[in-house]
């Protein structure tokens, strides 16, 4: 018995070892993407009630050379806790923002999402990042939309708090994203300059069938109405899902019913046609 327990911490460690040693690859690899500039934009279109185009979201795709896709749920955590997260951030910013100066400049009122994590929002320079990013490019600000997760809300409130304002003072609008998800109160959704709610798609898949579900998205739009917060559904995949969506009065709904995430580049040039 004893020599199996001490196997068995033997096999344990094996394990811890082979998982921090596949994490360690995973980010050697990352860091050449990122080096390289390997890591690819794609967007995904957003539309109002009526079907017309609003917008889109950026969500970042790696190609790896021998993995494939590697997908976003397991690299960004990996990025996140090795700060590489700041430079990827930045970059796709950086391309929201040349995205929105060239829709202005054809005209179009298209607004451009993109994921901040918390490492990158509390970069000592992150507000003079944005700043500098619509600057260098013209960007129209207020059609530029940063998503957070309640997570950021959860630690250094008042950091928090003055940083949004700030940024807010630029004109960026800011999104809660997976509304509901997390662990924080209420309370910051009052005491925060918000501009949109966005329904975790885990609310939106049984919404049609399922009372909870339907009991929760209808609270979010409720509370989202009577606080003057837009709101945008994730993950619409089915007509039944937004029907019920638009019926209870949600604004923008985003889903592989209305378009697949595609490269950005495919997503600008397929506006033209
Ligand atoms: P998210 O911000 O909640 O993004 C929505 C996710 O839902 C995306 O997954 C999108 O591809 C997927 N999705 C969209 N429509 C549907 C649908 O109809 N059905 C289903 N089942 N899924 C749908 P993706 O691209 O794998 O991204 C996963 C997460 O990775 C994102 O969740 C976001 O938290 C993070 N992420 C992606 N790009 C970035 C980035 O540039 N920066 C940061 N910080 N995080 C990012
Ligand atoms: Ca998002
Ligand atoms: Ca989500
Ligand atoms: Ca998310």
């Not at 050379?65 to 796709?92: C, D, H, N, S, T």
């Not at 918000?194 to 929760?216: G, H, T, W």
């Amino acid at each position: 018995a004893k020599d199996r327990g001490r196997n068995q911490v033997c096999f344990f460690e094996q394990d811890m070892h082979a998982a921090a040693q596949e994490r360690l690859a995973l980010l050697q690899d990352l860091k050449s993407a990122v080096d390289n500039d390997a890591l690819l934009t794609y967007a995904q279109p957003q539309v109002d009630a009526a079907g017309q185009l609003i917008g889109a979201e950026l969500l970042l795709r790696w190609p790896h050379p021998q993995r494939g896709f590697v997908p976003p749920a397991q690299f960004i955590p990996v990025a996140e806790q090795a700060g590489l997260i700041v430079r990827m951030g930045a970059r796709v910013i950086q391309q929201a923002c040349a995205t929105l100066a060239e829709l202005h400049q054809q005209g179009r009122a298209l607004s451009i999402s993109v994921n901040v994590s918390p490492r990158q929002f509390r970069q000592a320079d992150f507000v003079e990042q944005v700043r500098a990013a619509l600057h260098s490019t013209g960007a129209p600000a207020a059609l530029l939309t940063l998503e957070v997760t309640e997570s950021l809300l959860v630690e250094n409130w008042q950091d928090t708090a003055r940083r949004m304002h700030e940024l807010v003072a630029l004109g960026v609008r800011f999104s809660i994203d997976d509304f509901g998800t997390g662990y924080s109160s209420l309370a910051y959704l009052k005491r925060l300059p918000l501009y949109e709610l966005k329904i975790d798609r885990s609310f939106v898949q049984d919404a049609p069938s399922d009372a909870n579900d339907a009991a929760i998205v209808q609270a979010i739009l409720s509370v989202a109405r009577h606080l003057r917060l837009r709101v945008v559904a994730e993950g619409v995949e089915t007509r039944q899902q937004a029907d019920f969506l638009i019926a209870h009065h949600c604004h923008g709904l985003q889903g592989y019913l209305f378009g697949l995430p595609q490269p950005l580049r495919d997503w600008l040039a397929g506006l033209k046609g």
